[in-house]
Nanobody, 115 residues
């Protein structure tokens, strides 16, 4: 099993930056594909970025070039560096871990981009 705890959300002005962190417990972290998803009010949850156990990354088109996902297997952590934030990035951001049939979510952290 793996448990996930996100941190780093908050209020930021358009054009600003935030770094989200996800701390994972459980030995299977190193085998997991880790992802960041987000859900804006009234919208479905969507994939923002993912990183495989081997470090391969994937991004949604709306954040490519602005967001960077990374992982530190020694620290059981995954990060999302968000730059050039836009109001449409406002959402609850969730950390996700997938290993085989296991699909685990964190509790989410709110990111608000507003002037």
């Amino acid at each position: 099993q793996v448990q996930l705890v996100e941190s780093g959300g908050g209020l930021v002005q358009p054009g600003g930056s935030l770094r989200l962190s996800c701390a994972a417990s459980g030995a299977i972290f190193i085998r997991a594909t880790m992802g960041w998803y987000r859900q804006a009010p009234g919208k479905q949850r969507e994939l923002v970025a993912a990183v495989t156990r081997n470090g391969n990354t994937d991004y949604s088109g709306s954040v490519k070039g602005r967001f960077t996902i990374s992982r530190d297997n020694a620290k059981n952590a995954v990060f999302l560096q968000m730059n050039s934030l836009k109001p449409e990035d406002t959402a609850v951001y969730y950390c996700n871990a997938k290993v085989g049939v296991l699909d685990t979510w964190g509790q989410g952290t709110l990111v608000t981009v507003s002037s």
